[in-house]
């Protein structure tokens, strides 16, 4: 494990502390008047998502885990969890529904995504920052409302919940945002 000294970890960093792997949510250095510069740290721990505060000296040496980001393509969910393939040497790697998060909806058949991979094991996943989604349902389209800035609520082909303009109506192709769900525009397709 390569080491730095802790006022280096930056947010997105990964962490090796008391032999378990922790994902840096903020870091920040505090120099008082008097006393010795600490580094603040906010981590969450990647085995079971518990938040951690520490606070260390900012030339304390902490570990940090090499992790290596990988292209890798969706294949399939099961009750064994997420399949990916690694398209260079087409190892397949199941990634647990806890690692995915709230991005496991979006996740569509041959979707490109990068996963960061520690000794072989998946610890976080990247995917693209919009999707092409199919609105399910959602109200009617009302006459005359097609300048208002109000938004209407609607359910997409993945049954994630959205707002929309008022001119979309069931059956549009619309992009979605993959971080929050938010509606982007209409599909080009």
């Known amino acids: 494990m390569p080491k730095v000294i802790a006022s280096s970890v930056r947010k997105g960093n990964i962490l090796e502390v008391d032999g378990r792997l922790y994902l840096i949510v903020t870091a920040q250095n505090i120099h008082p008047g008097k006393g010795t510069p600490v580094t603040q740290v906010d981590m969450r721990r990647l085995s079971d998502g518990v938040k951690v505060s520490e606070r260390w000296r900012t030339t304390e040496m902490v570990e940090r885990a090499f992790v290596e980001d990988r292209p890798y393509t969706y294949l399939y969910s099961d009750g064994d969890g997420n399949h990916f393939m690694n398209k260079e040497t087409f190892e397949q790697i199941g990634v647990p529904d806890d690692i995915l998060g709230d991005m496991k909806p979006y996740l569509q058949e041959n979707m490109e995504v990068k996963l960061s991979v520690y000794e072989g094991n998946p610890v976080g996943i990247e995917l693209p920052q919009r ?56 599909a080009k397709d």
């Not at 097609?146 to 549009?172: C, E, F, Q």
């Open 131 to 186: 999707v092409t989604l199919e609105v399910v349902e959602t109200e009617p389209v009302t006459k005359g409302q097609t300048a208002s800035s109000s938004y209407k609520p609607a359910i997409l082909s993945n049954g994630v919940r959205t707002l929309v303009p008022p001119h979309i109506g069931a059956g549009t192709r619309i992009v979605v945002n993959t971080e929050d769900g938010a509606y982007y525009e209409r």
